[in-house]
């Protein structure tokens, strides 16, 4: 059973703090990996895609893998009450299934 | 625009009463898939295509039908609900490439209540 572990949260920090969001999966042969915010009751939007060890960048988000860990990170900075929502982590081995974590919730406060 | 749609996006309907849900895309996407998500479960897969008549199960299918006529369509099939598929339904399609799947792309979603 290919599994997914976030933490459920929720995730406190003040606005313009860095947010550190944690994921691990348990299937070694993973090769994708994907953050997505889902705000309450829309669809999940994709944020970060990660296909190689190391860090990704893209504005205020980075996403981090090691795949030695099996452990995958999404760090906000500066961190606006407008990124409070849940971040769901998912990773994919080849052309099997999506799985997804079931989220972290995400509260900034001003 | 790029884009998957869901129909209808709210239904309140009574146990028994077959319904579907339609799902299309217009990216000509080969791979869609079918989840549900509910309070503290999660999203859960319930149907996936990896193509044009080419359907799989996924973690939750029992009570499900879809079927995969043509590419851009992917409907999902209640045949008789229970309210125990209450639920928030989302459809998703992605591109195959070389090697696996590219990123799935969500639609808005659908809120069915069973009653």
């Known amino acids: 059973q290919k599994e997914v572990e976030q933490n459920s949260g929720p995730l406190s920090v003040p606005e313009g703090a860095i947010a550190s969001l944690n994921c691990t999966y348990s299937d070694r042969g993973s090769q994708s990996f994907f953050w997505y915010r889902q705000y309450s009751g829309k669809s999940p939007e994709l944020i970060m895609s990660i296909y190689s060890n190391g860090d990704k960048e893209d504005g205020r988000f980075t996403a981090q893998l090691n795949k030695a860990s099996q452990y995958v990170s999404l760090l906000i900075r500066d961190s606006q009450p407008s990124d409070s929502a849940t971040y769901l982590c998912?990773?994919?081995?080849?052309?099997?299934?999506?799985?997804f974590g079931k989220g972290t919730m995400l509260l900034v406060s001003p | 625009e790029a884009q998957v749609t869901q129909n209808p996006r709210y239904l309140i309907t009574v146990t028994g009463k077959k319904l579907t849900v339609t799902c299309s895309q217009n990216?000509?996407?080969?791979?869609m898939s079918w989840y549900r998500q509910d309070p503290g479960l999660g999203l859960r897969q319930i149907y996936y295509s990896m193509n044009v008549e080419v359907t799989d199960k996924g973690d939750v299918p029992e009570g499900y039908k879809v079927s995969r006529k043509e590419k851009r369509n992917f409907p999902l099939i209640l045949e008789s609900p229970s309210p125990n598929q209450t639920s928030l339904y989302f459809c998703?399609?992605?591109?195959?490439?070389?090697?696996?799947?590219?990123?799935?792309?969500f639609g808005p979603g659908t809120r069915l209540l069973v009653l």
């Open positions: 998912a990773v994919i081995a080849g052309y099997s299934t999506l799985t």
């Open positions: 998703a399609s992605s591109s195959l490439k070389t090697g696996g799947q590219e990123t799935q792309y």
């Open positions: 990216m000509n996407h080969e791979y």
